[in-house]
């Protein structure tokens, strides 16, 4: 299932305690949260996940004390529905969708206001990182995979707050966007595994607003292009990078991921985009 959030950079803590959240874990199951189960407070705690064709979101939310189940199935819904239109409209992986038209020069940009804000991104991340995001250079054209999937869960928490929900966290596989407190009161505790040895936390972030954006913590390759060589960047290791925006703090992890050192003096930015962890070295 699915969300979105805000954003303000969390700060880094020792990698000790028991996390809200895991992004890269590599056990026996790839959970994206940790151990909590109900809020202190004793307000309702709620977990969904949704499988789209482009990838697999996971929501926790803690409701206030005025809202009932049945409100909070509908505020849950409503931001699944979000997610699925998304992908439905705009995933590059289908035939009919807004991206695949364009990519074929069946549509503009301009007559579809969301899709001209998809390309927008990519075109502002293109000249932010000196062209190491860049969208059009995937193989088989246009592809903003590299932000999209922030840019849903940006568009499916305004949902949830739209519901009157204002703590919550939304993963997308070791993305994510939190807003408020955990269950147990207190900001959310975000576990980043070492992509080398997944079992380890490589750092704890603790965060009351904001989004991370990663970049091979999950420990798999091929899955970023260099764009000035149009080959499958083949690096070890991970990029982090926290600010406002999921979107945006996904592609400058995309980025910094292929760009190696060379991306390092992108931050901070002024916007509020800061890299918090870069180890990407040839394999």
């Known amino acids: 299932m699915p969300s979105r959030s805000v954003a303000r950079a969390g700060r880094p803590r020792e990698g000790r305690g028991r996390a809200d959240l895991w992004l890269g874990y590599q056990g026996p199951a790839n959970r994206p949260f940790g151990a909590a189960t109900a809020a202190v407070t004793g307000r309702l705690v709620a ?36 997610l699925r239109a998304i992908d439905v409209t705009y995933s590059p992986l289908r035939r009919g969708s807004l991206v695949s038209l364009l990519r074929r020069g069946e549509v503009t940009p301009e007559a579809y206001p969301p899709l001209a804000d998809i390309v927008a991104r990519c075109d502002a991340m293109r000249a932010a990182t000196d062209g190491w995001f860049d969208a059009w250079a995937v193989p088989g054209g246009f592809d903003p995979g590299g932000l999209l999937k922030g840019w849903a869960v940006e568009r499916a928490a305004a949902r949830l707050r739209a519901a009157g929900i204002s703590d919550y966290a939304v993963v997308s596989e070791a993305d994510l966007a939190v807003r408020g407190n955990a269950p147990h009161g207190g900001p959310w505790r975000v576990a980043i595994h070492d992509p080398r040895e997944p079992r380890r936390v490589a750092m704890m972030l603790e965060m009351s607003e904001g989004a991370v954006g990663t ?69």
Do not use: K, N, Q
């Open 47 to 82: 977990r969904h996940a949704v499988h789209t064709s482009a990838a697999d979101f996971s929501l926790m939310l803690v409701a206030p004390e005025w809202m009932t189940r049945r409100t909070v199935s509908l505020a849950i819904a409503d931001a699944v529905a979000e």
């Open 215 to 283: 970049s091979g913590v999950t420990g798999h390759r091929g899955h970023v292009v260099d764009p000035h060589t149009g080959e499958m960047v083949r690096h070890v290791g991970a990029a982090v990078v926290t600010g406002p925006d999921l979107a945006i703090a996904d592609a400058y992890a995309t980025a910094l991921f292929a760009a190696g050192p060379a991306g390092l003096g992108w931050f901070p930015t002024v916007d509020g985009y800061r890299m918090l962890f870069a180890d990407c070295r040839p394999s």
